[in-house]
């Protein structure tokens, strides 16, 4: 099967259209703030994105644009304004910021209630202790909702996570966690990493290794989500994941591709944390 993250964003698109008209019966617009340093390519990628998801349920975005040079006090300053502006509902903060500026002064400046992205302390909190409050970082949100939209039930299975950074693999775990699953973290230093994937039902692979996982990781039965966006080996257009699609595809029960899998879902859960930022607000007291 193929886990196509496409499929599972026009279906969550479908659902948050009809939020968003709902919110804008009550005369809110849910809107995301877009603050960026600077011009990366890849930023530049993903604000597209953010824009194209917002732009397709309904939810309004604010560009705030810094130069590279910007100094820390010139990003509080916008920081300041996001936080203090009530028509922003939430705000994606691209990051890493670049090196004269202080990542965890900034991140912790940001309002929780707006961090739809999950990088503040109170967010990573709210995970931890699955109150539900604050967001996951996105990206790991969009393994689950890929999962949950082919109806993966996780509850009870193994399930095996390449990469433990703070964005991906150590939410997803928590997620995962969160809903029974009986969850394994592997990394750089792990031992005999494809015997312990091979025994997972569930394998998320994210190390930012270009097609570095194949046939031996992996048996029938599984399903694979491949979070990696790499270049090419082979210095071929386009990106690649984690995966050997080819090698693991024959194998598995499911995996999702690279374009077209968890990338295409991402800026959608992005979208749907910001309608729920301004469903929360005490005026509007909508649980979505
Ligand atoms: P990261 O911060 O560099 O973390 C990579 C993790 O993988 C680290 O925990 C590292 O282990 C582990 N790792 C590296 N090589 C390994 C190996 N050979 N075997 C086992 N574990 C290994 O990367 P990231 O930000 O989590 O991103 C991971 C991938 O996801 C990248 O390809 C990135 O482009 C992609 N990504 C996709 C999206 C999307 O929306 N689709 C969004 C963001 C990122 P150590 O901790 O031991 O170093």
Redesign the pocket.
Known sequence: MLLNGKEAAAALKETMAKQVEYLKAKGVVPTLGIVRVGGKPADLSYEKSAAKACGDTGVAVKNYALPETASQDDLLKVIKEVNEDESVHGVLLFRPLPPHINDNVVRRALLPAKDVDGITDGSMAGLYSGSGEGYAPC?AE?CIQILDHFKIDVAGKKAVI????T???KPAALLLLEKNATVTI?????RN?PQTVREADIVIV????AL?VGKEYFRAGQYVVD????PKPDGGKGVCG?VKFDEAEPIVAGISPVPGG??SV?ACILASHVIRAAAKQPENTVMF
């Not at 994210?206 to 290794?209: D, E, S």
């Not at 979070?227 to 790499?230: I, P």
């Open positions: 990206t969009s390449l990469g433990r950074s964005v991906i693999g592997c990394h750089s230093k792990t990493l994210a190390i930012g290794r570095s979070v990696g966006v790499n984690d968890v990338g991402t």
